[in-house]
């Protein structure tokens, strides 16, 4: 029997934590397995891939090349005069070219690839920070969705009391029909508005399924204390947001991208310098070997303005770039500047609403008391009840806020 007992109590203890999800458990497993994020890894990885394409122009590149004609005709010269011949022939060979100087072209397009892939990695940590900020979003919101399912229960079982109430006294001839059906009414209406809460609350938990890629369970136990979340103003905050921002990180490496393609497409006016060397076997009406070993020099005279065409599109993209690293820098400031201001606001809100509750609650009773004597009427007894209703949700509402607000910013320090 103990031991029966024993195994009850470690089963109903182990399912009580089971239920319990995490708010860093929530961001683990949307990480691992949101598609979103899938393919930002696969895109560092193809633009790995293309830096090694471009890297490729530095080293040797060598050519197997072979023909082979079944009929063939030849001329020699004979005696002044041209004799043909037709036969069959072939040859076969290979050929080396060696990158000497390029006046910086290749090696300003490799850096501009490495900068396409420090991009992609700092895109990368960018949708995981964003994506942390949603599953914040949505885990805080079934917070408050299930402590405003449970502010509604109790305003419901307040009016279903006081509908009760109200029929006893109607049967006693100390209330009117009148009061009965104000509060009957009020009963439907707290029914529909708690349906309303319980709604958006398996909106958010289904939203929070899906990114997670795994069922919540309907009893799950959240981390409610999240939601009375501190935060220690520091005149630093604006200096590590705009340190760690990815957006700005990106939008740096992207001027660096743009500045190596310019001075890649620029230097193509001048040409390139190479090493050659190539061995060919022929095997026609003779038999001969072909060695070349030498040096090129290979220069653009014209090439109908494309080459200048697109050294100025370079040019252009490049101060493209810089422009809108000023925009969202700007942009930044202001985001930042306003959450700050909410914030401060929002911790004023939370003191006026638990004042406006205590209050609320005190009011609530007395015209309580004076309705059972009939001192008062219905309608200011509901609006007592609306008061402090309307509080607690407000306060929820606050928290909620404030908390996003400075995940918000916890996003724009690059924070997962």
């Given at each position: 029997?103990?031991k029966?007992?024993?195994?009850?109590?470690?089963?109903?203890?182990t399912?009580?934590?089971?239920s319990?999800l995490?708010?860093?458990e929530?961001?683990?497993?949307?990480l691992?397995?949101?598609?979103?994020?899938k393919s930002?890894v696969?895109?560092?990885?193809?633009?790995?891939?293309?830096?090694?394409?471009?890297?490729?122009?530095?080293?040797?590149?060598?050519?197997f090349?072979?023909?082979?004609?079944?009929?063939?005709?030849?001329v020699?010269?004979?005696?002044?005069?041209?004799n043909?011949?037709?036969?069959?022939?072939?040859?076969?060979?290979?050929s080396?070219?060696?990158?000497?100087?390029?006046?910086?072209?290749?090696?300003?397009?490799?850096?501009?690839?490495k900068?396409?892939?420090?991009?992609?990695?700092?895109?990368?940590?960018?949708?995981?920070a964003?994506m942390a900020?949603?599953?914040?979003?949505?885990?805080?919101?079934?917070?408050?969705?299930k402590k405003?399912?449970?502010?509604?229960?109790?305003?419901?079982?307040?009016?279903?009391?006081?509908y009760?109430?109200?029929?006893?006294l109607?049967?006693?001839?100390?209330?009117t029909q009148?009061?009965?059906?104000?509060?009957?009414?009020?009963?439907?209406?707290?029914?529909?508005?708690?349906?309303?809460?319980?709604s958006?609350?398996?909106?958010?938990?289904?939203?929070l399924?899906?990114?997670?890629?795994?069922k919540?369970?309907?009893?799950?136990?959240?981390?409610?204390?999240?939601l009375?979340?501190?935060?220690?103003?520091?005149?630093?905050?604006?200096?590590?947001?705009l340190n760690?921002?990815?957006?700005?990180?990106?939008s740096?490496?992207?001027?660096?991208?743009n500045?190596?393609?310019?001075?890649?497409?620029?230097?193509s006016?001048?040409g390139?310098?190479?090493?050659?060397?190539?061995?060919?076997?022929?095997?026609?009406l003779?038999r001969y070997?072909?060695?070349?070993?030498?040096?090129?020099l290979?220069?653009p005279?014209?090439?109908?303005?494309?080459?200048?065409?697109?050294?100025q599109?370079?040019?252009?993209?490049?101060?493209?770039?810089?422009?809108q690293?000023?925009?969202?820098?700007?942009?930044?400031?202001?985001e930042?500047s306003?959450?700050?201001?909410?914030?401060?606001?929002?911790?004023?809100?939370?003191?006026?609403?638990?004042?406006?509750?205590?209050?609320?609650q005190?009011?609530?009773?007395?015209l309580?008391a004076?309705?059972?004597?009939?001192?008062?009427?219905?309608?200011?007894?509901?609006?007592?009840?609306?008061?402090?209703l309307?509080?607690?949700?407000?306060?929820?509402?606050?928290?909620?806020?404030?908390?996003?607000?400075?995940?918000?910013?916890?996003?724009?320090?690059?924070?997962?």
């Open positions: 029997m103990k029966k007992l024993l195994f009850v109590t470690v089963f109903a203890y399912g009580i934590f089971a319990v995490t708010i860093q929530s961001i683990d497993k949307t691992a397995n949101h598609p979103d994020i930002l696969l895109n560092i990885e193809r633009s790995k891939k293309a830096y090694d394409s471009i890297f490729a122009d530095y080293l040797p590149q060598v050519v090349q072979a023909q082979y004609n079944p009929v063939q005709t030849f020699m010269p004979s005696s002044g005069s041209f043909t011949i037709d036969d069959d022939g072939w040859n076969a060979g290979a080396l070219k060696q990158k000497i100087w390029d006046f910086s072209k290749t090696s300003s397009a490799v850096d501009a690839s900068r396409d892939e420090e991009i992609s990695k700092l895109s990368l940590k960018e949708a995981k964003l900020y949603k599953v914040k979003s949505l885990y805080k919101t079934m917070i408050v969705q405003a399912v449970e502010v509604r229960k109790k305003d419901l079982q307040t009016k279903v009391a006081y009760d109430q109200a029929k006893a109607l049967k006693q001839g100390l209330k009148a009061d009965a059906s104000r509060f009957l009414s009020s009963v439907y209406a707290a029914k529909d508005e708690l349906a309303i809460a319980k958006l609350y398996e909106k958010a938990k289904t939203s399924s899906l990114c997670m890629g795994e919540i369970e309907d009893d799950v136990e959240l981390e409610h204390e999240l009375n979340q501190k935060y220690n103003f520091d005149e630093d905050t604006q200096k590590e947001v760690n921002n990815y957006q700005l990180k990106i740096s490496q992207n001027i660096d991208k500045m190596f393609v310019y001075k890649s497409t620029k230097a006016h001048y390139s310098v190479d090493a050659v060397a190539s061995y060919n076997h022929f095997d026609t003779n070997d072909s060695k070349l070993v030498g040096i090129s290979s220069i005279i014209y090439s109908g303005g494309r080459v200048s065409a697109q050294t599109k370079a040019q252009i993209g490049m101060q493209i770039a810089k422009e690293k000023a925009s969202k820098l700007l942009a930044l400031k202001d930042m306003g959450l700050l201001i909410d914030i401060k606001r929002y911790n004023k809100t939370i003191e006026a609403k638990k004042a406006q509750i205590v209050a609320a005190k009011t609530k009773n007395v309580e004076r309705y059972e004597e009939g001192l008062t009427t219905y309608i200011e007894v509901l609006d007592a009840v609306s008061v402090e309307n509080a607690k949700l407000g306060l929820l509402q606050t928290y909620y806020s404030k908390s996003m607000a400075i995940n918000a910013l916890e996003y724009l320090k690059g924070k997962i």
